[in-house]
């Protein structure tokens, strides 16, 4: 019984020998990260004077602060508009590619809708500004050809976070997409011939047997999305850098300039733990409400 | 219910040919069963009949109507899949329900018709679970039930009880049988197994490489096959076959096995001696038609040395070897034991066949064309 006991230990420090540096680097790179953020939220530091303790007064600016509710505002109906372009656009060009007979046209197409993914934000914001310039873009180009108008994509108050929201969802179209052909090819085709025979087609069959079945994939690629989406930054900053106004400023943004242009560290710090709270309560109603439409086979 | 006509039907992928202008004349309310080894285009056919695959050439009319470019949901079929193909998300009522509320049924007609057939298929329980909630023989049940709301005109199942147990697939094959007599719908049953076959058929399509070997009831297949394929098709343990030729001794016809073991050639070949003379010949007995000695009107004995025994029970099968070939006998249990190395079979000549070694078609076929 001893001896057993003594192999147990030693087989758990083991364990703890091999978990030990991924433990070190998620306590140096994320959690003592987040822990040094949170601590820095109730101190005034500008990185030249030493600290000073504020106690609360950052969260109580923040509450008044219009700038932050603007930036706030702006990120949470970008991401929001981001996950569902995504999703939409992501299931319907699975369920298309999925249905091209020949299957050099279905590799092709895998490809070029995953290859934006690749790319960096910096560099698909810098082309697509020159896309959606106002006079030489040759997106109004078009809208003039057949009629419609040139628009302000990037210099209306009321179209440019769309502009952005269009620019990012096309960059990660790629990501949902290849989650929805993953999750597509895991329905048996045997289904999908029954629900032919049963009267379940077109529209019926996406609602009735296509959701349903790909609904992990939906909740995953939405929660997901919405994670990153809340975190962007270099789509707007190079299209706009923020403006007109603050019309396409995000969170992480604002987050950027109060802590390395304008040095307040201990303001920048509580506006990341509020973004981060702000994720941490969207992540938690999602897995919550998961249960009444996510189904697991 | 509806009658249903294949005529010239064949199907290609690419430049393979699966099914080869296979024609079927199925009447009301009959049951008819596909049966073959894997790839022989038994699966392909029923998917073109529900509409899941296009036709390459010919025609499928059910109920008199072409339905080539007939819409699956549209040609009044139901379908019992081999995996149950059932929706995983919905409850037993829901998978039961679903095809009736996308016709637009009434909610109270949709009710009582799944009740009555979640009744008849001891379903009433379960109508609240999902398909994971349930054992493979009651899913099948499930898969069925959804088929038989529907009141099709045509029921067709491609191999629905390979993913039984043993036990299971007897018990499932009786309740289908009972459907059958109930319900009286046409129905096209896909298997490989000729046991199902034979015991649910009204008639049998026996099929291989895409064409048709032969289409007759389970008595008319295993009594008359036309080929060396029915013929070791149908029937388990299958039909021994054993190199042999004509010989005329004394002025008697003789029929020759390759060891120079001679058997008086049956009278059913009396008129065509000196054709059979001219041909490669292979002789064709069922294991059940060599038995145990029993005064055969038309017997022959042998004394035979038995290489294996495989007690069954009620029966026990006899390996040994005739011909230079493997061969199967079945006897009574007590007439063997496994002290003796040898044993005396009787074979009954009135029941075996001759297959030409050349075209593997029984003998009796080839001059009836």
New interface residues.
């Given amino acids: 019984m001893l001896e057993i006991a003594s192999l147990r230990k030693a087989k758990s420090r083991l364990g703890f020998l091999f978990v030990a540096p991924t433990m070190l680097g998620i306590f140096a790179f994320t959690a003592g990260p987040i822990l040094f953020s949170f601590a820095l939220s109730f101190f005034y530091w500008d990185v030249l004077s030493p600290m000073k303790f504020a106690g609360l007064s950052h969260y109580d600016y923040i509450m008044r602060d219009d700038v932050a509710a603007m930036t706030f505002r702006n990120t949470i109906y970008f991401a929001f508009m981001v996950v569902l372009l995504q999703n939409i656009i992501g299931f319907s060009l699975a369920m298309a590619v999925r249905n091209v007979a020949n299957k050099y046209f279905r590799y092709f197409f895998r490809s070029v809708f995953f290859l934006p993914l690749i790319m960096s934000g910096a560099t698909v914001s810098v082309f697509m500004a020159y896309f959606f310039d106002t006079n030489f873009g040759i997106v109004n180009y078009y809208l003039e050809l057949i009629g419609v108008g040139s628009v302000r994509w990037l210099t209306s108050t009321d179209v440019v976070l769309v502009t952005t929201v269009l620019v990012y969802a096309w960059q990660h179209i790629g990501f949902t997409f290849i989650l929805f052909l993953g999750g597509f090819a895991s329905i048996?085709e045997?289904?999908i011939?029954?629900?032919?025979?049963?009267?379940?087609?077109g529209w019926?069959k996406i609602l009735?047997?296509y959701i349903?079945?790909v609904?992990p994939t939906i909740f995953f690629s939405s929660v997901i999305g919405f994670i990153h989406a809340v975190q962007v930054f270099d789509h707007p900053y190079i299209l706009t850098r923020g403006g007109p106004g603050d019309a396409n400023r995000t969170a992480v943004m604002y987050i950027y300039e109060k802590a390395f242009q304008d040095l307040e560290f201990g303001y920048g710090s509580t506006l990341a733990i509020l973004l981060f709270i702000i994720i941490l309560i969207v992540t938690a109603l999602q897995f919550y409400v998961q249960k009444k439409w996510v189904?697991y086979? | 219910m509806a009658n249903v006509n294949l005529s010239g039907l064949s199907k290609k992928f690419g430049g393979v040919t699966v099914v080869d202008k296979i024609g079927i004349d199925i009447e009301h309310g009959e049951f008819i069963v596909l049966v073959g080894p894997s790839g022989c285009g038994k699966s392909t056919t029923l998917?073109m009949v529900?509409?899941?695959e296009d036709s390459t050439e010919g025609d499928i009319r059910i109920g008199g109507l072409v339905v080539n470019y007939v819409?699956?949901?549209d040609r009044d079929?139901?379908?019992v899949?081999?995996?149950?193909?059932?929706?995983?998300?919905m409850n037993v009522y829901k998978n039961i329900s679903?095809?009736l509320s996308?016709?637009g049924v009434d909610r109270a007609e949709i009710d009582k018709r799944v009740k009555e057939v979640a009744s008849t298929l001891g379903l009433q329980d379960l109508l609240t679970r999902l398909p994971?909630q349930l054992s493979g023989g009651q899913r099948q049940r499930v898969a069925m039930g959804?088929a038989i709301v529907r009141q099709p005109a045509v029921f067709l199942f491609d191999e629905p009880l390979s993913n039984l147990d043993a036990k299971l697939r007897v018990q499932m094959r009786t309740e289908i049988k009972k459907i059958h007599q109930r319900v009286a719908t046409t129905i096209i049953y896909v298997t490989h197994d000729q046991t199902e076959a034979m015991t649910l058929a009204d008639r049998i399509v026996v099929m291989n490489g895409g064409k048709i070997e032969q289409i007759g009831s389970p008595q008319e297949l295993y009594d008359f096959p036309i080929s060396k394929f029915v013929a070791s098709f149908i029937g388990s343990p299958s039909m021994n076959f054993v190199a042999c030729e004509v010989v005329m001794e004394e002025r008697n016809a003789f029929l020759k096995i390759s060891d120079n073991f001679l058997i008086r050639l049956p009278e059913q070949y009396s008129d065509c001696v000196d054709m059979l003379m001219e041909q490669k010949l292979e002789l064709g007995f069922r294991p059940e038609h060599i038995t145990e000695p029993r005064s055969y009107k038309y017997g022959h004995e042998l004394e035979i040395d038995i290489d294996v025994l495989e007690p069954l029970g009620n029966d026990t099968m006899v390996y040994f070897t005739f011909g230079g070939q493997g061969c199967c006998a079945r006897v009574l249990p007590s007439y063997v034991s496994k002290s003796r190395a040898s044993i005396l079979l009787e074979l009954d000549l009135s029941k075996i066949h001759l297959i030409d070694s050349d075209s593997n078609l029984i003998v009796k076929a080839v001059q009836n064309a």
């Fill in positions: 048996p045997e289904v011939d029954a629900a032919d025979v049963d009267g379940l087609t019926r009735y047997v349903p079945m609904s189904f086979e | 998917r529900a509409g899941l819409q699956p949901k079929v139901a379908m899949f081999q995996n149950y193909a059932l929706y995983p998300h679903i095809s996308m016709r994971k959804r």
